[in-house]
């Protein structure tokens, strides 16, 4: 019965849809042309995860509610520069170079390994007039840390799970770090859903070095969510400086908030997490 099968799978397409309506209204800055899907459908999870209650675009795009939150983040500390490592559709990318052009200044830098992605993105830019308020390197993370001038009032830390520590490591040591750095994927339970990559060694390695560098001097606290793919945001001290990384241990705690867990700037800690529409931008185009 192909017909029928079909017109059951319209059905259900028609449904997601719709559904998706009401919750686009709660994310001004998603583009028309993005689906809103429930988490629990797009990713595998461990019941704890709670992924019923986040929704997502697909499996290699962040959950729209931390983007939602680093959007508000960016409406709230006014960055003039916001690192993005690791693009993919650009999503993420379009949450934090929206929050700039609302501010009517800063520039998100979005470096994204893969050629075809990162021309993808800089197309998306431009269609919905945000190229002035992001740029796309093409190459590898590390490189670009590396070598950059660019001293990063936030940084989006969503490349690899392997090479993410890494890459804060260099900015902290080079001192082109400052305020804000948030790590994605960082759920303790994630590696008991996901199929092979990454492994729960190279996955347990990512979450102890992070969390042995947010101990570094010059983090002055962070918190951890366990929701959902989870996340650890890291505050780092405006004035930190260049010099090596000296973070004390890599032996992790799986608790849900670090020393600190009230950070010295709360603001940091109260990001508007409802974007329910109710601004006069025009990021809804
Ligand atoms: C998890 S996705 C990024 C999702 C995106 N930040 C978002 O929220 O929508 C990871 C991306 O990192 C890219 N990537 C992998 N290794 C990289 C590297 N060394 N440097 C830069 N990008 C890398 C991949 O090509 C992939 O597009």
């Avoid at 998100?108 to 269609?127: I, N, Q, Y």
């Avoid at 040591?173 to 994630?190: M, N, Q, W, Y």
């Amino acid at each position: 019965m192909p017909i029928l099968h079909t017109a059951a799978r319209a059905a259900r397409r028609a449904a997601e849809a719709a559904r998706g309506l009401g919750r686009r209204r709660k994310y001004a800055w998603v583009p028309w042309w993005a689906p809103v899907r429930n988490e629990a459908r797009v990713h595998p999870h461990s019941p704890e995860e709670r992924p019923e209650l986040f929704e997502s675009y697909n499996a290699g795009t962040t959950e729209y509610e931390l983007l939602n939150w680093l959007h508000a983040t960016v409406m709230l500390l006014k960055p003039a520069t916001v690192l993005e490592t690791g693009a993919a559709d650009g999503i993420g990318t379009l949450a934090l170079a929206s929050a700039c052009r609302n501010n009517g200044f800063g520039t998100v830098h979005s470096v994204e390994l893969d050629p075809e992605r990162a021309a993808a993105l800089g197309a998306r830019l431009r269609s919905r007039k945000l190229d002035g308020f992001a740029r796309v390197h093409c190459e590898s993370s590390l490189d670009y840390l590396a070598r950059t001038d660019t001293v990063f009032d936030v940084g989006f830390f969503d490349s690899m799970c392997e090479i993410r520590a890494a890459e804060f490591r260099l900015c902290l040591e080079r001192g082109i770090i400052r305020k804000l750095a948030v790590f994605h994927d960082t759920s303790p339970l994630r590696t008991r859903t996901l199929d092979g990559w990454p492994t729960p060694d190279e996955h347990a390695a990512y979450r102890a070095d992070v969390l042995a560098l947010a101990r570094d001097p010059r983090c002055t606290g962070w918190y951890e969510s366990p929701l959902s793919r989870g996340f650890i945001a890291i505050f780092v001290a405006p004035d930190a400086g260049p010099g090596p990384a000296t973070a004390a241990g890599s032996s992790a705690r799986s608790t849900s908030a670090g020393k600190g867990m009230a950070p010295p700037d709360a603001s940091l800690a109260v990001a508007d997490a409802t974007g329910d529409g109710g601004t006069d931008s025009d990021e809804s185009r």
